[in-house]
């Protein structure tokens, strides 16, 4: 598995920790993991598409920014990313776009888990080690 949740942060919050071969499918993965924490993400089609274009002042501020996007469309329309592509992600311009694709929370197929409220700067890290790059968030619940 590209990501593992982390539970050791204490009772209010979870991580995630993720390792891919490039920096996009570290975000793509990482946006997945999202969904995986609140909800089973085999229960989710790819119903629905939503573009994403984000600006930030560094690389891990976009990593925040990026998931903090799928949470923001958890929240404002009722919708859960199954699966995640990322067209551009700029390392040193820290500009990303890509889309989401997934559907709408239906109570009676997506059992909710936990509902993540916030991605936080806690312990974030976000680092190149040989040819993997690896990411860690952790999320207030």
Do not use: C, Q
């Amino acid at each position: 598995m590209p990501y593992e949740i982390i539970d050791e942060n204490g009772s209010g919050d979870t991580g995630l920790k993720i390792t891919a071969p490039t920096l996009a499918k570290l975000f793509e993965e990482a946006a997945i993991g999202v969904t995986s924490i609140m909800s089973e993400t085999g229960s989710f089609r790819e119903k629905e598409v939503i573009s994403v274009d984000i600006k930030s002042a560094s690389l891990e501020d976009l990593l925040i920014d990026w998931l903090s996007e799928v949470v923001y469309l958890k929240d404002a329309r009722n919708f859960l990313p199954v699966r995640a592509e990322i067209s551009r992600l700029d390392d040193k311009g820290y500009h990303l776009k890509g889309v989401l694709h997934g559907e709408k929370i239906d109570r009676k197929r997506h059992p909710v888990k936990v509902d993540i409220k916030a991605v936080t700067y806690y312990n974030l890290r976000l680092r190149k080690k040989g040819n993997d790059w690896i990411g860690e968030v952790v999320f207030d619940l």
